[in-house]
């Protein structure tokens, strides 16, 4: 809610999830497990909700297919009005903030280039 300065609950709720499952349908599902492992408990849960590992990963020929694919299930919640770029930068930046650096890391590791650059560029403590 404060990365994207909304007050509605539950519309943060579903562009965070719907977040998290483009991510976790469009990695090998290998590597969708290991990044599922990483994340902190609370967000483990959102990541795996419903998952069906079969088909897996979908094809991601460019970053615009993952903010297509976000804005379909955004669409399919009944929210059309938000923008997938800002969604999905909003919810790396709290994962930035909200996982351990080593945490981070390995998903960062994982991420298909496109997505990666969308990972915010900070400077951690030592």
């Known amino acids: 809610m404060q990365e994207l300065n909304w007050s509605d609950r539950r519309k943060t ?15 090998p599902v290998a590597d969708a497990v290991q990044i ?3 994340l902190p408990m609370l967000i483990r849960g959102f990541y795996f909700e419903h998952w069906n590992p079969a ?6 020929r ?27 930068r909003a919810v790396f930046r ?6 351990t650096d080593g945490e981070i890391d390995d998903v ?4 298909p280039k496109g997505l990666r650059d969308l990972w915010p560029s900070t400077l951690r403590a030592a």
Request: aromatic share 8%.
């Open 55 to 60: 088909g897996k990963p979908l094809p991601l």
């Open 94 to 99: 709290l994962l930035e903030r909200k996982a």
């Open 13 to 27: 709720y579903i562009a965070f999830r719907c977040v998290l499952h483009a991510l976790r349908d469009h990695i």
């Open 108 to 111: 960062q590791h994982l991420l």
């Open 36 to 38: 599922g492992e990483q």
């Open 62 to 88: 460019s970053t615009e297919d993952f903010f297509s694919s976000i804005a379909s299930d955004l669409a399919r919640n009944d929210e059309y009005t938000s923008n997938a770029e800002t969604i999905t």
